[in-house]
């Protein structure tokens, strides 16, 4: 058998070899940094934080929202109760002017009680009340028409103030409306800048790939808990407009007070106020029809659907769906 002897290098071949080694370093190097993808990555945590910023703005939105609406029907109840009490300030005023002008004609009264029938006669009416041609039933009578005007003084007042809340509340709506608006207006140019494979991962995993938690079991949902998941299911695939609570349109609480509504059970209408309106749970004792809120905040909700997942509306662009309940950081979890 004949040996085989190894050829030393030629000068060429040793400083292909090196070149080759160098070569792999390099690549290893660029591969362990993906330069080229880093802007592209930027441009997505600036999607996520802009969604995230618009989401919390969207719930201050809400709540402004919700408290001009309560103040709304305060002030029209106050209207409502000022009118009635002027009517009958009115009618006892008459009444009291009709009695003091019987009694000057028949010369039984100080001709001053007149002054019943002016526009402000409070200040008469502790005066007139010690004039001895006043029998108790009409002093009673007056006493009873100054208390009334007092009252309706401090319903006006009360009304005044309200109508000064309700006004304040409308202008903070509105800011919260112009930040909302920038924020997703941003976000949406950003998401048009990258190229369309990357735009289209973003929408389909955005807030997806957290901690696996799948593999969690549920009990079934019943009674009320049942009734708004089935809501909740029928809104899949409706879009998310922020602001909104249904039925063609959802924001993320939105969905969830509408789902409850349609199981005849009333919520609050923004998310942190959500998260404490009822009794709150372990992840692992999580049943369907559960409120999982998101963030420190609580500025995002959604409904436990079992197995692991949420059904909820994720922002602008993303209509109601399943994702992982591990989407993001979970802050509470409640059973209404």
Known sequence: MGSHRRLAPSGFDRGSTAAVGLLSVAA????????????????????DRLHTEAEQATEAYNKADARTDTLREEVTTAQESIARQQERVNTMRDALGSLAGAQYRSGGIDPSLALLL?????????????????????AGELRELQQAMRDLAQDRAE??????????????????????????????????????DERAAY??????????????????ASGRAGAAFAAARSALGKP?????????????SGLTQWAYAQAGVGIPRTSQAQSGAGRHVSLAEARPG???????????????????????????????????????????????
């Not at 005044?160 to 941003?186: I, P, W």
């Not at 929408?203 to 079934?220: N, Q, V």
Request: charged share 25%; with cysteine.
């Open 203 to 220: 929408r389909r995993g955005s807030r997806s790939g957290r901690e696996d938690l799948t593999a969690l079991a549920a009990a079934p």
């Open 290 to 336: 559960d409120l999982v809120a998101y963030r420190d905040d609580a500025s995002h909700i959604g409904m436990y659907a079992g197995n692991g997942q949420v059904i909820h509306a994720p922002y602008p662009g993303a209509p109601v769906r399943y994702d992982p309940v591990g989407m993001m950081p979970i802050s509470s979890i409640t059973r209404v």
């Open 159 to 196: 009304a005044a103030r309200k109508l000064t809340e309700l006004e304040k509340g409308r202008k903070a709506v509105a800011a919260h409306k112009k930040t909302v608006e920038r924020k997703l207006t941003k976000a949406r140019a950003l998401l048009a800048a990258l190229p369309d």
């Open 240 to 252: 998310y407009v922020w602001g909104a609570n249904g039925p063609s349109g959802f924001d993320c």
């Open 28 to 47: 290893a190097l660029l591969g362990a940094v993906p330069a080229a993808a880093a802007p592209h990555d930027d441009r997505r945590a600036e999607v």
């Open 118 to 138: 002016s526009a402000e006669p409070d200040d008469y009416l502790d005066r007139a009340l010690v004039l001895d041609r006043i029998t108790t039933r009409q």
